[in-house]
């Protein structure tokens, strides 16, 4: 797997994670399983990065940037 850092659209910062041989479904259920965790933000859980793009072989995330705890 490859992971590499961009700027997306009107200079937004992405991260993209590349699978070539990724099974059918794999991003996909990597950004079902995001939005899911995202559900509990507004309850005070952990903030989860955004997916910006999904695609066969190929998941384009939000860059967080680091922070303390």
Request: charged share 25%.
């Amino acid at each position: 797997m490859a992971a590499a850092g961009s700027s997306g659209s009107g200079g937004a910062q992405a991260f993209r994670k590349e699978r070539a041989d990724a099974p059918r479904g794999f991003f996909e259920a990597e950004a079902a399983g995001l939005a899911w965790l995202a559900e509990a933000e507004s309850d005070g859980g952990a903030r989860i990065v955004r997916v910006l793009n999904v695609a066969p072989g190929r998941i384009d995330l939000e860059r967080l940037a680091p922070a303390r705890p």
